[in-house]
């Protein structure tokens, strides 16, 4: 019930596409749901992250989508990058207690000219 | 504001031997997380200080320890390390844990030959 699902694996998409990374989880206590990004030899940075009272967040190319109801969320990227090739980490932590975040295995993604 | 900083970048060790890794964080974070990165298993946890108190722990072997000081920093201890120690080992900071935002550092990769 702890864990985070997530997919694809990997991920190719051509220059100025969009890249769609989907997450689910089972424990409906989540109530912080951040995105991290990841590039080769560097820790992971915080994204964008989202709390289920919205439905969809927007922060320039990037968007999370939220639904509750099914237990999932997933990040969109707009007009893909070849700069947004990395790896990108979804999770999620409970706000009413100081749990641990859990992170989902990781998507790579590699942008195409 | 200065980020998380993690030393040393990278180590090399020989199996058997013992090793400390230190976090600082970013100045007013209480929260100290420290994560392990592999290939294979992704970002697993394992464990938080806050305010000098270990408050979650992943499973990992009682071979892995932790502290934290008055001054949040924070070092992580690996004896007897084995070949399969070999990774990525990431501290986070936040200034409660939970549900805040969760700061990398860039990592200190340990190589155990």
């Known amino acids: 019930q702890q864990q985070v699902k997530q997919s694809p694996q990997s991920l190719i998409v051509q220059k100025g596409g969009i890249s769609i990374i989907n997450c689910a989880y089972e424990?409906?206590?989540?109530?912080?749901f951040p995105w991290y990004q990841q590039f080769p030899g560097k820790g992971p940075a915080l994204l964008i992250a989202?709390?289920?009272?919205?439905s969809e967040k927007k922060e320039g190319r990037f968007t999370i989508s939220f639904n509750k109801s099914a237990k999932q969320f997933s990040l969109h990227i707009m007009d893909s990058q070849p700069g947004d090739s990395a790896t990108y980490f979804c999770?999620?932590?409970?706000?009413?207690?100081?749990?641990?975040?859990?992170f989902g295995p990781g998507t790579s993604l590699s942008v195409i000219p | 504001k200065a980020g998380v900083t993690q030393t040393p970048r990278y180590l090399i060790k020989t199996r058997g031997q013992q090793v400390t890794l230190s976090c600082s964080p970013i100045?007013?974070?209480?929260?100290v997380s420290w994560y392990q990165q592999t290939p294979g298993q992704g970002l697993q946890f394992l464990f938080e200080?806050?305010?000098?108190?270990?408050?979650n722990k992943g499973n990992f072997p009682g071979r892995f320890s932790g502290r934290q000081f008055s001054n949040s920093r924070s070092e992580m201890n690996v004896s007897t390390l084995e070949l399969g120690d070999s990774a990525l080992y990431l501290c986070?900071?936040?200034?409660?844990?939970?549900?805040?935002?969760?700061?990398f550092g860039q990592g200190t990769r340990l190589t155990v030959v």
């Open positions: 986070a900071s936040s200034t409660q844990g939970g549900s805040t935002e969760a700061f």
């Open positions: 424990n409906t206590a989540f109530d912080y």
């Open positions: 989202i709390r289920p009272d919205v």
């Open positions: 999770a999620a932590s409970r706000g009413t207690s100081y749990d641990k975040v859990i």
């Open positions: 100045s007013g974070h209480r929260s």
């Open positions: 200080y806050f305010s000098e108190t270990q408050r």
